[in-house]
């Protein structure tokens, strides 16, 4: 079994996948986890995620795949501004510190840059998720986070066949 997160300083999408070998890969369950206050510190918010995270009722994975921040930020990123590139990376860094503490819990940890899965515009990959998986519900999805982590599990089991 693979859990995947797509962690952000705002959410955190996460799925559950069987590792087996159905095509498209069996997805067990899949949601988003939102900061119980969403107004306060990305760190505030990165431990409220945390704690749902820890209270989800997951059979142990075998391995937990996290998205970090790509080595290059896309073109169009590249002139935002760089703090919310660090907020995002802090978040992620709390989610990873977490995940890595707790190994009997999520399994052995691979950690994927974004741009060693991910080829073509969000919006492109959430739509190829969606045909793919119809209990995925794009409306509940607004940032993508769910589809996401869809991806990254069904990437991930792929690329270990």
């Known amino acids: ?14 799925a559950v996948a069987e590792s087996g070998t159905s095509d498209p890969v069996r997805m067990i369950e899949f949601g988003r986890i939102t900061p119980d206050k969403p107004r306060t510190t990305v760190y505030g ?12 009722d ?11 921040p790509a080595l290059r930020p896309p073109r169009h990123a590249r002139g935002q501004a760089r703090t919310g590139q660090a907020l995002y990376g802090m978040a992620v860094g709390l989610i990873v510190a ?13 950690l ?6 991910t080829h073509t515009a969000k919006a492109k990959r959430a739509a190829a998720i969606a045909a793919l998986y119809p209990e995925y519900r794009a409306a509940a999805d607004p940032g ?5 982590a869809i991806g990254l599990a069904a990437w991930y089991v792929e690329s270990q066949r």
């Open 58 to 68: 997951f059979e142990r994975p075998d391995y937990t795949v996290i998205e970090i």
């Open 1 to 14: 079994m693979i859990l995947a997160l797509d962690p952000s300083s705002t959410c955190l999408g996460f």
């Open 112 to 117: 994927v840059a974004a741009d060693e899965w």
């Open 45 to 56: 918010r990165t431990i409220s995620i945390i704690r749902q995270l820890a209270d989800c």
């Open 98 to 110: 977490h995940v890595e503490a707790h190994p009997l819990r999520y399994g052995a940890m691979v």
């Open 144 to 148: 993508m986070d769910i589809a996401d």
